[in-house]
């Protein structure tokens, strides 16, 4: 009897053990993807202009869940700020509004939204480029800083 004691003690202290090794590790990560969508077809193309409509070139342009959902943050950001329909943003009575009909046309701003090191990548985008001349600039580095703008909940206009 006692050595059965003994025995269910010790497979109970090694199960413990062994599961407080595996809480201890870090789970690898499952972004495994660290290079930005390439989207098939780009505005300016012929194959983009043989589409005719933009509904089919917003078909064109999806972003397969299985790659989104294993890219980095930062190669989701490029993804996101890479997005052929992203200026569509601009396109309402304001850019809050543009972004949220956006974000419902488009997982891949939906899915950098939900990271937890979201807001961390856009800031250091948004502080890498910060001291860029104006001339340098480009669509890309201003929508980024809308994001940010949107993701903070500081006014654009106060930032100005």
């Given at each position: 009897?006692?050595?059965?004691?003994?025995?269910?003690?010790?497979?109970?202290?090694?199960?413990?053990?062994?599961?407080?090794?595996?809480?201890?590790?870090?789970?690898?990560?499952?972004?495994?993807?660290?290079?930005?969508?390439?989207?098939?077809?780009?505005?300016?193309t012929?194959?983009?202009?043989?589409l005719?409509?933009?509904?089919?070139?917003?078909?064109?342009?999806?972003?397969?869940d299985?790659?989104?959902?294993h890219?980095t943050?930062d190669?989701l950001?490029?993804?996101v700020l890479?997005?052929?329909?992203?200026?569509?943003?601009?396109?309402?009575?304001s850019f809050?509004?543009?972004?949220?009909?956006?974000?419902?046309r488009?997982?891949?701003l939906?899915?950098?939204?939900?990271?937890?090191?979201?807001?961390?990548a856009?800031?250091?985008y948004?502080?890498?480029?910060?001291?860029l001349?104006e001339?340098?600039?480009?669509?890309?580095?201003?929508i980024?800083?809308?994001?940010y703008y949107?993701?903070?909940?500081?006014?654009?206009?106060?930032a100005?």
């Amino acid at each position: 009897m006692r050595n059965r004691m003994t025995t269910l003690l010790f497979c109970i202290s090694s199960l413990l053990a062994l599961w407080a090794v595996a809480v201890s590790k870090p789970p690898a990560s499952s972004y495994t993807i660290d290079t930005p969508y390439e989207f098939p077809i780009l505005p300016g193309t012929q194959e983009w202009i043989d589409l005719g409509d933009t509904l089919a070139r917003r078909r064109a342009c999806p972003v397969p869940d299985e790659i989104l959902q294993h890219m980095t943050t930062d190669a989701l950001l490029q993804t996101v700020l890479d997005y052929p329909f992203l200026s569509d943003m601009y396109a309402f009575n304001s850019f809050e509004q543009g972004y949220i009909v956006v974000r419902r046309r488009f997982a891949g701003l939906w899915e950098f939204e939900h990271r937890p090191d979201y807001l961390e990548a856009l800031s250091q985008y948004c502080e890498q480029n910060a001291s860029l001349p104006e001339e340098e600039k480009t669509f890309e580095h201003y929508i980024a800083e809308h994001l940010y703008y949107i993701y903070t909940g500081i006014p654009y206009s106060m930032a100005s």
